[in-house]
């Protein structure tokens, strides 16, 4: 069974840095594009961030481009989001999902909050 | 950047009945070489993730009930569900991968009459 557990999230002040985790089980990770997709708080989705299976390929929303860097180690299935320079306009639960085209998995999300 | 734009935001319809659901990109999402169009659909329910209905444009992921139906090709797409479920109230989303950027529609908001 194909497993995507998000953890990292929480409170932050606008200005701070947090890393999300993604822990990965059921597939072979090393073989699939990976996403971060949020989701702010009674809102619409929003694709953040892809990474190629070895990681020599990243993309971003303008949004976010030079705030997070997308990676990951496929020795230990996992992939990351560093984010820094957080805005109150980053709240969002940021999901980590599966694959290079339709996205049949998601994990349950983590909520990341910029407040003061 | 292809930009997605549903219509209606929001739909209430009586059980039983069709519900029509559309999606508009900006550019076409058809691939000429395999003439595929790069277009999903997916309904999320309060508190849980998106789950995937409908890919390339009109296939039917596996376990989602034949009420369900995707259309349209090109820049026009549609969700069809054919006879509305109380289990179906929801907002559903479309979403292109044509390109890297991958976007989402706005949502479009599923009630009951």
């Known amino acids: 069974e194909v497993q995507l557990v998000e953890s990292g999230g929480g409170l932050v002040q606008p200005g701070g840095s947090l890393r999300l985790s993604c822990a990965a089980s059921g597939f072979t990770f090393s073989d699939y594009f990976m996403r971060w997709v949020r989701q702010a708080p009674g809102k619409g989705l929003e694709w953040v961030a892809n990474?190629?299976?070895?990681?020599?390929?990243?993309y971003y929303v303008d949004s976010v481009k030079g705030r997070f860097t997308v990676s990951r180690d496929n020795a230990k299935n996992s992939l990351y989001l560093q984010m820094h320079s957080l805005r109150v306009d980053d709240t969002a639960v940021y999901y980590c999902?599966?694959?290079?085209?339709?996205?049949?998995?998601w994990g349950q999300g983590t909520l990341v909050t910029v407040s003061s | 950047d292809i930009v997605m734009t549903q219509s209606p935001d929001s739909l209430a319809v009586s059980l039983g009945e069709r519900a029509t659901i559309n999606c508009k990109s900006s550019q076409s999402v058809l691939y000429s070489s395999n003439n595929a169009n790069y277009l999903a659909w997916y309904q999320q329910k309060p508190g849980q993730p998106p789950k995937l209905l409908i890919y390339?444009?009109?296939t039917r992921e596996s376990g989602v009930p034949d009420r369900f139906s995707g259309s349209g090709s090109g820049t026009d797409f549609t969700l069809t569900i054919s006879s509305l479920q109380a289990e179906d109230v929801a907002v559903y989303y479309c979403?292109?991968?044509?390109?890297?950027?991958?976007?989402f529609g706005q949502g479009t908001k599923l009630e009951i009459k």
């Open positions: 390339w444009a009109s």
């Open positions: 990474i190629k299976e070895d990681g020599s390929e990243k």
């Open positions: 999902t599966r694959g290079g085209w339709e996205i049949r998995y």
């Open positions: 979403q292109q991968y044509y390109d890297t950027l991958h976007s």
